[in-house]
């Protein structure tokens, strides 16, 4: 069993920058593919990054693509989501997550942490 608790969110303006951690426990991290999700008010929740287990892969929602970087570390069982010229349209709750294995589209990972609120304001 993973246990995955994100950390980092908050308020922040637009063209603002915010980085999100999510520290994973209970599973032997460097074999789990990670990624995070957002949901936003009154909306799915959707995919918005996720790399493989060495970090030498990574993958984008075409609309996070060259604002977003995620990254882990695989010694401090860490990933994280650095999140650069934030929109207000980016405003969500971010969650983290992971599976043994990735999918490039239509990914629904096993674990899941509790989310962590990001806000943009105009």
């Known amino acids: 069993q993973v246990h995955l608790v994100e950390s980092g969110g908050g308020l922040v303006q637009a063209g603002g920058s915010l980085r999100l951690s999510c520290v994973a426990s209970g599973g032997i991290f460097s074999r789990y593919a990670m990624g995070w999700f957002r949901q936003a008010p009154g909306k799915e929740r959707e995919f918005v990054a996720s790399?493989?287990?060495?970090?030498?892969?990574?993958y984008y929602t075409d609309s996070v693509k060259g604002r977003f970087t995620i990254s882990r570390d695989n010694a401090k069982n860490t990933v994280y989501l650095q999140m650069n010229s934030l929109k207000p349209e980016d405003t969500a709750i971010y969650y983290c997550?992971?599976?043994?294995?990735?999918?490039?589209?239509?990914?629904?990972?096993?674990?899941w942490g509790q989310g962590t609120q990001v806000t943009v304001s105009s």
């Open positions: 790399t493989t287990w060495s970090g030498g892969a990574r």
């Open positions: 997550a992971a599976d043994l294995y990735l999918q490039i589209t239509g990914w629904a990972p096993e674990y």
